[in-house]
C-alpha cells in the first residue's frame, strides 16, 4: 500500500508539474516573437537620407565644385553662385588638402601645395604653414576625409557594395613610407630651388629639372593632372598654356596614371592617400594629437567579437589597438565612417 502509493503521488506530482510549465511557455514564446516583429519595421525611412554619411557627401560635393568654382563663370555664365563660393574662400585660409595653385578655375589652394610653391622662389611660408598648423591642431585631417577632391573621387569610386582587400599590418606599415620617401625627395628639391634662387645659383637646377623645377610632385600629383593639365590641353586659358599641345604624349601617361589611380581605389580605399600622398605625411605629422579626435565607449566596444570599424575605415586603421581614450592616429582623416557603421553606438568624438 505505501508503494502503490507512493507510486500514486510520484505519478501525480509529475503531471501537476507538467502541465502549467507547457502553458506558460507557450505565450511567452509567442510575445516574444510579436514584438521582434513589431520592432523591425519601427525604423526611420529618412535615416537613409538625412545621416552622417549622406551629411559628407553633400559636403564632398559641395567643396568639390568651390575648390574650382570659376568654371561657372567661364562654362555656364553663373557669377552668383562663382561670387558665393569665392566668399566661402576669402574666409578660409589654404586648406590642408591637395588643390594646385596653377589650376585655371582655382579658388581655394591646397597648403601642402602652396608651401612648396613658396619654397621654390626662396620665401618662408609662415602664415600658410602657421594656418596649416592651426587647423590640424583643431580637426586633425578632416579636412582630407570631408573637403580635398581627391579624396572625394576616391570616396565615390568606392561606393558600390563589395569586398573590399585589407593588406596585412606589416604590409600596411611599408606601404605607407612610401609617401615619406616622397616627401622628402619634393620638399628637399623645393628647398634646394629656393635657395639657389635666392643665391642667384639656380639656373643649372632649373636646367635640369626642367618642368619639374616649381612642383616636383606635379608629374604623380592627381589633382594637378586633372585641374590643371586636363583643362589646358583641352580648353587653353591663354596663350602660354598651348604649349601643352606639343606635350601630349607626357600628358596621356598623366592621365593614364590618373585612371589606374581609380581603378585600383575600386579594391584598395582612398590607396593614393595612404601610400604616395606626401601631403597627407605632412598633415599627419601635426594631426595625431589633434583635440579633436576618435574615441570608443568602453561599455558598449566589443573588440574581442566585432572589427566593423576596422573593415569600414577607408585608411585601413587597426582602430582596436588603439586606447579607448582617444585614436592617435596620422591616418585618421575623420570621415566617421566607423562611427555611422558601428552597431553598438560605441564610436564617440573626443575632446583632448
Known amino acids: 500500500m505505501t508503494e502503490d502509493t507512493g507510486r500514486i503521488e510520484d505519478t501525480g506530482a509529475e503531471e501537476d508539474t507538467s502541465e502549467p ?33 549622406m551629411l559628407r557627401r553633400f559636403i564632398q560635393i559641395g567643396f568639390f ?31 590642408p588638402i591637395l588643390a ?17 610653391a613658396t619654397f621654390t622662389t626662396g620665401i618662408f611660408p609662415f ?7 592651426i587647423i590640424l591642431i583643431f580637426v586633425g585631417r578632416a579636412p582630407c576625409g570631408w573637403i580635398c577632391p581627391i579624396g572625394t573621387m576616391q570616396d565615390f569610386v568606392t561606393l558600390p557594395k563589395r569586398t573590399k582587400a585589407r593588406p596585412s599590418p606589416s604590409t600596411e606599415k611599408e606601404l605607407r613610407k612610401v609617401k615619406l620617401y616622397i616627401f622628402v625627395v619634393v620638399v628637399g628639391l623645393a628647398i634646394w630651388m629656393g635657395i639657389g634662387r635666392a ?15 616649381n612642383d616636383a610632385f606635379a608629374p604623380l600629383n592627381p589633382a594637378y593632372i586633372l585641374f590643371v593639365v586636363i583643362p589646358n590641353q583641352l580648353w587653353p586659358t ?46 599627419g ?15 558598449r566596444c566589443t573588440p574581442d567579437t566585432c572589427n566593423v570599424c576596422e573593415v569600414v575605415c577607408p585608411m585601413n586603421i587597426r582602430i582596436r589597438k588603439f586606447p579607448y581614450q582617444h ?26
Not at 602664415?127 to 598648423?133: K, N
Not at 575623420?334 to 568624438?349: E, F, G, Q, R, Y
Open 21 to 53: 510549465e507547457v502553458e506558460v511557455e507557450e505565450p511567452v514564446k509567442e510575445i516574444e516573437v510579436e514584438e521582434t516583429k513589431e520592432k523591425k519595421p519601427r525604423a526611420n525611412p529618412l535615416g537613409l537620407i538625412f545621416n552622417l554619411r
Open 65 to 95: 565644385f568651390a575648390i574650382n568654382a570659376y568654371i561657372f563663370v567661364a562654362w555656364f555664365h553663373m557669377p552668383n553662385v562663382t561670387r558665393l563660393f569665392v566668399t566661402i574662400r576669402d574666409m578660409l585660409p589654404t586648406l
Open 100 to 116: 594646385p595653385l596653377q589650376a585655371p578655375f582655382a579658388t581655394i589652394s591646397g597648403s601642402f601645395d602652396t608651401l612648396q
Open 127 to 133: 602664415f600658410t604653414l602657421g594656418a596649416m598648423i
Open 199 to 213: 643665391t642667384g645659383t639656380a639656373e643649372t637646377l632649373e636646367a635640369a629639372l626642367a618642368g619639374f623645377a
Open 238 to 283: 591663354s596663350i602660354s598654356t598651348i604649349w601643352y599641345f606639343s606635350t601630349w604624349g607626357f600628358a596621356l601617361i598623366q592621365v593614364a596614371f590618373v585612371t589606374v589611380m581609380f581603378i585600383i581605389s575600386f579594391w584598395f580605399p582612398r590607396w593614393f592617400c595612404r601610400w604616395l600622398c606626401p601631403a597627407a605625411y605632412l598633415y
Open 285 to 299: 605629422i601635426f594631426s595625431k594629437e589633434s583635440l579633436i579626435g576618435i574615441g570608443r565607449n568602453p561599455a
Open 327 to 352: 585614436m592617435h592616429s596620422p591616418d585618421c582623416i575623420m570621415c566617421l565612417d566607423c562611427k555611422s557603421h558601428c552597431p553598438t553606438d560605441a564610436i564617440v568624438l573626443r575632446f583632448s
